[in-house]
């Protein structure tokens, strides 16, 4: 059982950062993928960023590549989205999730994810 708990989310203007945290319980957290996906309001929860168990391989929905930047600390137990040059069309509700994916395709769907947190807002201003 794992249990995740997102942080950072905030207002923030167009073209700036943030960082958003996600803390994991449970001895299992290295040994399993990582993503972040995002529901804004009236559409459909999407993927945004996915790193794999070792941390060795990335992945990004082409929205947020170049800008956005996953990774994890497994001594920690938390994955981090940094977040730069911020758009309002990034604003939505973050979610982490944790699942157990090795093979490249299931990283960027949300059925590849056991266990999920309870989400962060974003709100990026114009």
């Known amino acids: 059982q794992v249990q995740l708990v997102e942080s950072g989310g905030g207002l923030v203007q167009a073209g700036g950062s943030l960082r958003l945290s996600c803390a994991a319980s449970?001895?299992?957290?290295?040994?399993?993928?990582m993503g972040w996906f995002r529901q804004a309001p009236g559409k459909e929860r999407e993927f945004v960023a996915a790193?794999?168990?070792?941390?060795?391989?990335?992945y990004y929905a082409d929205s947020v590549k170049g800008r956005f930047t996953i990774s994890r600390d497994n001594a920690k137990n938390t994955v981090y989205l940094q977040m730069n040059s911020l758009k309002p069309e990034d604003t939505a509700v973050y979610y982490c999730?944790?699942?157990?994916?090795?093979?490249?395709?299931?990283?960027?769907?949300?059925?590849?994810?056991?266990?999920w947190g309870q989400g962060t807002q974003v709100t990026v201003s114009s």
């Open positions: 790193i794999s168990w070792s941390g060795g391989s990335t």
């Open positions: 449970g001895r299992t957290f290295s040994s399993y993928a």
């Open positions: 999730a944790a699942g157990p994916i090795y093979s490249g395709i299931y990283y960027y769907t949300a059925s590849g994810y056991n266990y």
